[in-house]
Structure formats: C-alpha cells, structure tokens
C-alpha cells in the first residue's frame, strides 16, 4: 500500500486476514463486483493456492461479469471456476416472489458448498458487508442456514471502508458502480424469462456505452423505468439522446421508455412492499 492507511481501517483489515487465515482455505462466491474482488484478492494473499474463485455463470448475471472475474482471477494468478447454474429451473424462482433470492441462494449456495466439498475447501464466503444489513435481503437468511461465512460482515467493514481498502491496494474496482443481479429489475410477482433478463441486460449496456456508470433499467412488461444518478438526468433529456434511447429500446421490445425523476437508488422494486 502506497498511502497511509486509517488505524481503525487498519484495525479491520487486520482482522479480516485473521479470520481469512483462521479458515484455512475457501470459495470464494466471485461476482467481479467491489466487495468479492477485494476478498478474493486478500483471500488470495493470505491463503494462496488454498483461495479458490466460483463465479455463477446464470441468466441473471451479464456475460460481461463472468468474463471480468475470468480476466481479474487470470491476472492475479486465482484458480479460477466458472459455474453454469440454471436459476429459472429453480422452484419459485422464475415466479419472482418477494422472497425470491431466498431460494436463488439457498440452491446456489447449496451447490457452491458441493463443489467447495469436491476441492477440499473448508467453506465457502461471500462478500457481504454491514451496508448490507440495511436493505430488505431474503437472501441473507440462506446464507445463515447453510453456514456461509462472510468475512467482510465479520471484520466490520462498510462499503465505503472496502472502496478505500481497494483503491490502496490498487485494485480496478475501488470505484465501480454497484449492480445487483438482473432479477433485481423486475416487479416482484412478474415472471422472469431468459428474454426479459436478456432484455434488460441489452438496455443497461446500451447507457453504459454513452457513459452513464450507475443505473438501473427496470421492466413493466413493455414499459422501461431508467434510474440514472440525478446529476446525469439532464443529460439524458437532451433531444438526441432522448430519442436514440428511446428508438433502441423500442428496438428491443420496450414500447414504452420513462425516466424515473427520483434517480438511481438500491432496492427501489422494495418500495411497493412497505406499502402493503
């Protein structure tokens, strides 16, 4: 680390070798995001050969993520595996019921113990932070049921602390903008489709390629919600890109395109739940 590091962010990172080593060896649940690149970097610096990467590879993770761990896990030197898992085959998964990422992780997690199992790994961990107790997450309790160890949540360590971490380490994905599985894009209670998660993941590309980082594009059947950061909202009702946005959209079978005036925020498909 090139810069002063903060004692009390010393402190945590400190304890999160300390448990990492306490393990001896793990998975670790890789989705190329800010919290598992920095945990399967410092697994892999305190482990070794003994921190191993599993990347779902599903309909509700873009193509571009599994291709990211791939290239990151490559480049630090990572035994890397990339696991085909068919979600919508799940029970209750493709009705999308509210708690829906219950059973999508229960039965990938499930499996990701398997395999952990077959590699002579002790566990397996995944990158939850205490920032992740503030939303509504189902998908928490499957991690409790089947003993999946989370360090980062273990050490104390916020969002923000895992950024700085990161950007000292020199890791790319200090400031990468967080994204949820693609599921996270549709009501809850509409039915999840290959074509619809395909869909979206093709919408939100498309504002990535004009520069927007953190978005989300949710799905009404034909209808497109677009939540950019409130500093890009201008942008995106300039006459040009209004009406190329619109046209590619269409294109890929939204008949309709709005552009939601409260901006980008976590967990707004939760909004509706705390109004029954």
Known sequence: MEEPIRPELAEKYEKLQDILRSLGSVAVAFSSGVDSTFLVKVAHDVLGEKAVAFTAASDFVPQRDVEEAAAFTKKEGIEFHRVPFPIL????????????????????????????????????????????????R?????????????PLHEAGLHKQDIR?????????????????????????????TPDG??????????????????????????????????????RMLSRDLREETAVFFKSIGFLYTSLDLRGYRTGSMNEELAQH
């Not at 499996?111 to 503030?134: I, R, W």
């Not at 498309?206 to 978005?215: I, S, W």
């Open 138 to 150: 189902p998908g928490h309790r499957a991690l409790r049921e089947l003993g999946i160890v989370s």
């Open 164 to 192: 700085d971490l990161s950007h000292m380490l020199g890791l790319p994905t200090w400031d990468k903008p967080s994204f949820a599985c693609l599921a996270s894009r549709f009501p809850y209670g509409m039915e999840l």
């Open 197 to 234: 998660l395909k869909r979206v993941n093709q919408a939100e590309e498309f504002l990535m390629v004009r520069g927007f980082r953190q978005l989300r594009v949710r799905s009404y059947g034909d209808m497109a919600r677009i939540e950019l950061l409130p500093e890009d909202i201008p």
């Open 89 to 136: 085959t799940v029970p209750h998964v493709k009705e999308n019921p509210s708690d829906r990422c219950y059973y999508c992780k229960h039965a990938l997690f499930s499996h990701m113990k398997e395999l952990a199992q077959q590699y002579g790994l002790s566990c397996v961990v995944d990158g939850s932070n205490l920032d992740d107790d503030g939303d509504y």
